[in-house]
């Protein structure tokens, strides 16, 4: 059985960083693709950063291309999402997520539909 359990969330004032962390227990980590997405209160779940099983490809949604930057440590079974210059936009629960273990990447992964184990997420709360 595939968890996820995000951890790193908080209360910051904009301009600051956070780092949030996801460690994967079961499966092979290193086989699965990775992402981030996040809910604010009232909207949809919305993609934020995706990684392929090998690193290689890397997605961001526009909004915070330039200043999240997504990674994942196969020794650890943990995927990170570093979070700099944080805007009171970017308040929402953060989500992280994993395929199956396709072995795939393509566009694909920005999509909620790909992944099939979700963490309980953390929330992230910028302050003006």
């Known amino acids: 059985q595939v968890q996820l359990a995000e951890s790193g969330g908080g209360l910051v004032q904009a301009g600051a960083s956070l780092r949030l962390s996801c460690e994967v227990s079961g499966g092979t980590f290193s086989n699965y693709a990775l992402a981030w997405f996040r809910q604010a209160s009232g909207a949809e779940r919305e993609f934020v950063a995706a990684?392929?099983?090998?690193?290689?490809?890397?997605y961001y949604a526009d909004s915070v291309k330039g200043r999240f930057t997504i990674s994942k440590d196969n020794a650890k079974n943990t995927v990170y999402l570093e979070m700099n210059n944080l805007k009171p936009e970017d308040t929402a629960v953060y989500y992280c997520?994993?395929?199956?273990?396709?072995?795939?990447?393509?566009?694909?992964?920005?999509?909620?539909?790909?992944?099939?184990?979700w963490g309980q997420g953390t929330q992230v709360a910028v302050s003006s």
């Open positions: 997520a994993a395929d199956g273990g396709r072995l795939t990447a393509g566009d694909w992964l920005k999509l909620r539909v790909h992944y099939d184990h």
């Open positions: 990684t392929s099983w090998s690193g290689g490809t890397i």
